[in-house]
């Protein structure tokens, strides 16, 4: 009986053995069933291992995922002053030292006329003068003009003009920083970034913060460490401009043995291989094959058409080898985009790990088998 029992269970763990061997469960995918899958005739992707030699390759296929493709402004040099547009208010104030002066009492040597408002048409209206058009001409030239005119009726008298710029001549931050406002231009020399710094800076906690330029109904776009490090960005301002800040709003997933299982929002412009693993926490240790590390990317039906570079399927699969000096160099080169997934295959010594815990408790099995025998 008890040599009957000891036979029964060595049976079962051998077939049960067999049965998981090629089935053994798992929270990510081993490469070598990526690598039978892609080898597969009938395979619906295209796989490419990233080597040294396919980055120039895959650099000009066409671009995936979520792709603004905003254009942005140069930067060019504007005047320190400021010209009056339609909307400005204008305080002028008019000394005249006369006995008998058309602005004055004599108890009174200087008037105030406040908050004169440019018309639509460019021009103010002063009083014994009439209408006088102030538009584009500089605070100063302004004065001039209306200083030639008055002097016209009141010889004795001098001018003084202050302005106060209405919306032709302010901006609006909208969102993404200290203070959202609109902010007057002092000048035409006003820079983007000088709008952000007079707002307050870029709020903080801000990922990758991209700002959004809107000016004649179009929407240009850039991000702030762009801005930051190239001087030539930074452009001027126009009178009723709109400029936010916002995240940046593309995104990678990770999946199978990776430090976390997650959306990565990106956190610069361009995002390598080896910037988006330890973005998603690196491999696990005990789990990933460093030699399988999968990117999915799905491109559009138009980067498979005749005459165009790129890949010989839509959906496509790169592999890179971590533990290689070429791999580790190569997914520092190579560019995730928006919408990939990153998969961490499992090493195929964790299927042994589990062969070997099956196996042990079948050990478990026969003792007790053997004690029943007894």
């Known amino acids: ?140 030239l302004a004065r001039e003009e209306l200083q030639s005119a008055l002097e016209a009726i009141v010889p004795s008298a001098q001018l003084q003009l202050s302005m106060f710029e209405g919306r032709n001549n302010s901006v609006d931050l909208v969102t993404g920083v200290a203070s959202p406002g609109t902010y007057p231009m002092p000048d035409r020399n006003y820079t983007v970034l000088g709008l952000i710094s007079a707002g307050g800076g870029v709020r903080t906690g801000m990922n990758n913060p991209q700002v959004r330029l809107m000016r004649d109904g179009q929407i240009f776009g850039t991000s702030v460490d762009r801005l930051l490090d190239n001087p030539s960005y930074d452009t001027l301002l126009r009178g009723g401009d709109r400029v936010f800040v916002e995240e940046d709003r593309r995104y990678f997933l990770s999946y199978g043995a990776a430090g976390s299982e997650d959306l990565h929002i990106f956190t610069k412009d361009n995002l390598s291989a080896m910037d988006a693993v330890a973005i998603m926490g690196g491999l696990n240790d005990s789990k990933a094959d460093p030699r399988g590390l999968l990117i999915l990317r799905e491109y559009p039906s138009s980067a498979v058409a005749a005459g165009v570079r790129g890949p010989r399927m839509t959906r496509v699969v790169f592999s890179l080898n971590l533990a290689t000096t070429d791999g580790i160099f190569s997914a520092r080169r190579f560019q995730v985009n928006p919408d990939d997934l990153l998969i961490a295959t499992e090493s195929p010594i964790n299927d042994v790990i589990t062969v070997a815990g099956i196996v042990g408790n079948f050990v478990g099995v026969f003792n007790a088998t053997a004690s029943l025998g007894n």
Request: charge should be negative; proline fraction near 6%.
């Open 1 to 140: 009986m008890r040599l009957f029992l000891q036979i029964l269970a060595l049976a079962s763990a051998a077939l049960f053995l067999s049965s998981c061997s090629d089935g053994l469960p798992g929270g990510a995918p081993v490469s070598n069933e990526i690598l039978k899958e892609a080898a597969a005739e009938n395979a619906d992707f295209a796989f490419y291992p990233v080597t040294r030699a396919f980055l120039p390759i895959a650099q000009q296929w066409p671009p995936t995922g979520k792709q603004e493709n905003l254009s942005w402004i140069g930067n060019t040099r504007g005047a320190k002053t400021q010209i009056i547009q339609p909307g400005d208010r204008l305080t002028l104030a008019i000394w005249d030292s006369s006995e008998n002066s058309l602005l004055t009492s004599a108890q009174q040597k200087q008037v105030a006329l406040e908050n004169v408002i440019v018309a639509s048409n460019g021009t103010i209206f002063m009083p014994y003068v009439g209408n006088i058009s102030v538009v584009g001409m500089t605070p100063d």
